[in-house]
């Protein structure tokens, strides 16, 4: 356990209201820190989608950690390893702790690859099979602060002789067991018995299973995890779900969801405002009624799940904001709304111009930081049913 | 001529080694100029594609002319007309001076659609044909400081009778005449006598012909025009076919040269150097040598030419820049250059993420500008030559 730092400090718990609290200690000098509950900032090869490292600080604040996929990067090994330096110098980061992932939750990857010795992972090259010795060394050639441990309870003793290899990395044991709830308990016990900082929830992802189930399994197995270490749920975004996983004791999510909402064409407009101080609203009363107008959104358990609209956003695509002069949110400052008209962006998604896709990125990443600080900020003020009443009834509605 | 306040000082002309001055009295209040020779910033729907107006403002300076062009607004232009404040407000743009062309350099268009009275332009929807008053009309819409007139000769008569309704807007003649020596000099003629600001030499587009031909064309048709309004070549963007025309007496250029080598995933590389002071190389010999190895080039006439790869950029897709930790140009100040190496650009191709895009636009946009300023600097300093001899002989190496 030497080198490691990490330390989650909770300043409230409450058993079904979930966890508030910071996690201290990050980073290679121990000074960055990450409040909980709060989400990863995702990325592809180390960047943000469509944002330069440039773009993405003109958003004023971002999570402190930023996660990488061992399947973009398993296929470059050879160049890493020649770098020396591992992936952040690579990939020109500064200041963000390093988070290796082994999937990347916005891209679907085929199941029953996984034996009692090898993980896979899919590159832009296909399958690429790794032992533990392999993902050993590529982990000491990316050099993250933290990574997710490829083992389960059977690989699990080669992969800790491994371990020592990496001296102050940490690393996050999985928690598996798909939807059957003796294997999830089995699971975080063993896992739970690990030298490891924190945990990550597998399986449970947004298409897999419905937030009934989910947040049935996650209160069960959370209560066999130790307290003073992170849960992440992995594959989990949607703003309602967030809110249920986080009662039921989750505390970290990966921050893919802004990212899908763009990619789909769409604008994050939910409202999370639970002010009672009418001038502090951030949106009219009229402007809610506006997604329930919208046809597609998705309650229903469907494998497609992650690449339908929500009904948290709106698809600028639509013919109706073809002449709508407004911006994508009333009141919003990122720059997108600062500068553009939904008219604009319409006209550069029917045209097919990248730059909508930068510009639905810049404010979609800016309106869901804002939704995770709303969310802490309710726990602090007892507020959560409040505010969970406020974004679910944008679901409830229309279903 | 009411409200015609653009002004070209000429500080330096000599016969068959160009032009240099300043385009003045540009912009809304006159206070914006161009120095020429010059090339305008291309855009697509009024933004520089991949780059924000923030991410472009990070470029120490770029042309204050911005280059749309009707073809992607046609069908834009009910909203437009709603909207009421011109197309410059609608892509939220600031401080440029807004020049209307009918078509796309970057895009390829088909020919024999223009008739007497119309010319049809090909917008995501298809062909769209404008009859004068419907163009008259797109214009009034758009607000544009400057448009490229939609007439030949024959047009020209109604055409004139319209432009009374836009007050204060510039518009720049159409020299036509394919490669038939006589009919270029007509039109030139023809074109002299209206009360335009400016003249666009229209198809003699990189590969529609050779560089000897089109120099042979562009120098008999300037000596028709007047010495004191500004030509703007279209469709011609190689730095060797740049400097060859500037010579030939061109004075503005389309810039989406930058561009279609970005899209080609490639990144411009050229020198244009010619300090003796070896501390102000940004080349390194062994660098030159580099471009030489790519096998694709073009040297020959291909009406294929504008996706073609040429001598002055290299390819990241390339594996010979998979391990390569150097920056896209040594001694580049860009954004890229500054924060990235060959290597990370290499990667983001091969798994297309968008960035890659970004960060090429970025130092493409930067070297393209770069290289405009050295030639003004070779013209004033009577180096041409020099210069010439640097840039091109980066072609015939490899001829």
């Known amino acids: 356990m030497a080198g490691c730092r990490m330390k989650l400090e909770l300043s409230r718990v409450a058993l079904g209201k979930g966890r508030l609290g910071v996690l201290k200690g990050l980073g290679k000098t121990g000074q960055l820190s990450l409040e909980v509950p709060g989400y990863l900032l995702h990325t592809h090869l180390g960047t943000v989608p469509h944002l330069t490292q ?29 770098f020396k330096d591992g992936f952040r110098k690579f990939a020109g980061l500064h200041d963000t702790v390093l988070y290796c992932a082994l999937h990347d939750p916005a891209t679907p990857c085929p199941t029953g690859h996984t034996t009692n010795k090898t993980v896979s992972v899919w590159g832009s090259g296909g399958r690429i099979e790794l032992t533990v010795a392999k993902f050993m060394a590529l982990q ?91 849960r992440l749920l992995q594959g989990v975004g949607r703003p309602d779900e967030v809110l249920e996983s986080v009662e039921a004791g989750v505390d970290l999510f990966e921050g893919f969801f802004p990212f899908e909402v763009t990619e789909r064409g769409c604008a994050l407009i939910f409202n999370f405002n639970i002010s009672s101080n009418p001038e502090l609203a951030v949106l009219e009363p009229g402007e809610d009624q506006e997604t329930a107008g919208d046809s597609q959104h998705s309650g229903d ?28 949110l009333e009141g919003c400052g990122c720059y997108c709304c600062r500068n553009h008209q939904r008219a604009y962006l319409h006209h550069l998604l029917v045209t097919n111009e990248l730059l909508a896709g930068v510009l639905l990125m810049i404010h979609n990443t800016a309106h869901y930081h804002a939704f995770f600080s709303a969310l802490r900020d309710a726990m602090a003020e007892d507020t959560l049913d409040l505010l969970k009443r406020r974004v679910l009834g944008q679901t409830e509605r229309k279903d």
């Open 301 to 328: 358990l469907n494998p497609d799940d992650q690449t339908q609209m929500t009904s948290f956003e709106i698809n600028l695509k639509d013919k109706r904001y073809q002449g709508d002069f407004r911006p994508l």
């Open 140 to 230: 000491k050639a990316v050099k993250p602060d933290w990574y997710q441990s490829m083992a389960d309870g059977e690989t699990w003793q080669i992969n800790t002789s491994h371990k020592r290899e990496l001296e102050g990395v940490e690393v996050f044991g999985v928690v598996e067991g798909g939807d059957i709830l003796e294997e999830r308990v089995r699971s975080a016990k063993e896992t739970a018995k690990r030298p490891v900082s924190g945990f990550c929830l597998d399986g449970l992802q947004t298409g897999s299973m419905d937030q009934a189930l989910r947040t049935q399994l996650i209160s069960v197995v959370t209560k066999e995890l130790p307290e003073d270490k992170p």
């Open 54 to 82: 440039d773009t993405l600080s003109t958003l004023s604040t971002l999570p402190s950690v930023t996660q990488i996929t061992l399947s973009n990067i398993a296929e470059h090994q050879e160049v890493l390893e020649e």
